[in-house]
C-alpha cells in the first residue's frame, strides 16, 4: 500500500487564524484527511508524528531567536513548504516594530523587560529559509488553501491569481468606491478575499498584501489628491502587511523625516 503524503502545519508568532481557517474546511478536510495523513497539528491533535514531511504548512512570523532556528529546523524536515497569512508573508502586523525602537516597546508592555528576549524586528518565512509559495491574506482564503494543498498533491503549481483586489470588485460587479471618493488599497492588493469591503462600499484596507507589480506610489498621489492626509497615508500602508516591501517602502515616504507630518 502506498503511503499518504504527510501534512504538518506550524505556528510561529500570529494570532492562529489561518490554521482556523484549515479547521473552518470542515466537510472537505475530512476528504482531505482521506488523502492524506495529518502527521502534526498542534491546533487539532496531541497526537504529533516525527518528520520528515511531505508539506509543511507554516503560519506566523519571526520574532525570536529561537523561532529563527526552528523555522530551520522545519525546513530540513520539508519537502516543500508554504507560508500562509500576513505574518508568515510579510511579518504581519507585529511588523509594526520595524519602523520603532523595539526597547520602547518591551519598556511599555513589559514590568520586568530585562527578561525579554526578542528580535528588533518582525519578519517573513522566507527571509530565513526558502519557500516555496506564499499563500496571502489576513486571515487567508480557505478555499485557495485547499487549492495549494491539493496543487502540491498533485504535483502542480497552484492555481491563485496575482491580480488586485479592483479584477475581483469587477467581477461581482461592485461599482468602483475609489472613484467616488473613498479610500481604498484595493488597487495595490492581492486579489483572494472577494472584495468584500468594496462590497458594502468600504475601501480595501490591505489584508492580502501587495499585489504582484503594484504601483503604491501612483495610488498614494490619487489618495492625496482626494483629501488624504501624509498621517493617513503612513497609516494606509502600515497595518496588516507593514512589513511587505512595497507597502513599507511606500509608508517610509509619509513619515515626518520624509516630509510627512507627525503621526
Not at 524586528?121 to 494543498?149: M, W, Y
Not at 479592483?166 to 488597487?187: D, F, N, S
Request: charge should be negative; aromatic fraction near 6%.
Amino acid at each position: 500500500m502506498t503511503p499518504r503524503p504527510r501534512l504538518a502545519v506550524w505556528k510561529f508568532a500570529s494570532c492562529d487564524g489561518c490554521q482556523l481557517s484549515l479547521l473552518d474546511c470542515e466537510d472537505e478536510l475530512l476528504s482531505l484527511a482521506d488523502a492524506i495523513e495529518i502527521a502534526n497539528f498542534p491546533e487539532a491533535s496531541s497526537a504529533i508524528s516525527a518528520g520528515p514531511y511531505d508539506l509543511s504548512l507554516v503560519e506566523g512570523s519571526i520574532t525570536t531567536a529561537h523561532d529563527a532556528e526552528r523555522i530551520r529546523e522545519v525546513r530540513r524536515q520539508s519537502k516543500f513548504l508554504v507560508t500562509i497569512g500576513a505574518c508568515a508573508t510579510a511579518g504581519g502586523i507585529q511588523a509594526l516594530r520595524n519602523f520603532a525602537d523595539i526597547n520602547d516597546f518591551v519598556a511599555a508592555v513589559y514590568a520586568s523587560p530585562q527578561y525579554i528576549q526578542t528580535l528588533a524586528t518582525s519578519t517573513p518565512i522566507s527571509a530565513h529559509v526558502a519557500v516555496d509559495f506564499e499563500l496571502r491574506g489576513c486571515p487567508i482564503n480557505k478555499l485557495q488553501l485547499l487549492e495549494v494543498i491539493t496543487a502540491y498533491l498533485a504535483g502542480r503549481k497552484p492555481a491563485i491569481a496575482a491580480h488586485s483586489v479592483c479584477i475581483e470588485c469587477k467581477q461581482r460587479g461592485t461599482v468602483c468606491v475609489a472613484v467616488q471618493g473613498t479610500p481604498c488599497l484595493g488597487p495595490v492588493t492581492h486579489a483572494g478575499c472577494g472584495a468584500i469591503c468594496p462590497a458594502y462600499r468600504r475601501g480595501c484596507y490591505g489584508c492580502y498584501g501587495p499585489m504582484e507589480t503594484p504601483n503604491t506610489a501612483a495610488l498614494a498621489a490619487l489618495l492625496k489628491s482626494q483629501g488624504a492626509s501624509e498621517r493617513e497615508l503612513l497609516h494606509a500602508f502600515r497595518s496588516f502587511n507593514a512589513g511587505a516591501e512595497a507597502f513599507a517602502a511606500q509608508s517610509r515616504k509619509h513619515e515626518p523625516a520624509a516630509g510627512g507630518e507627525s503621526p
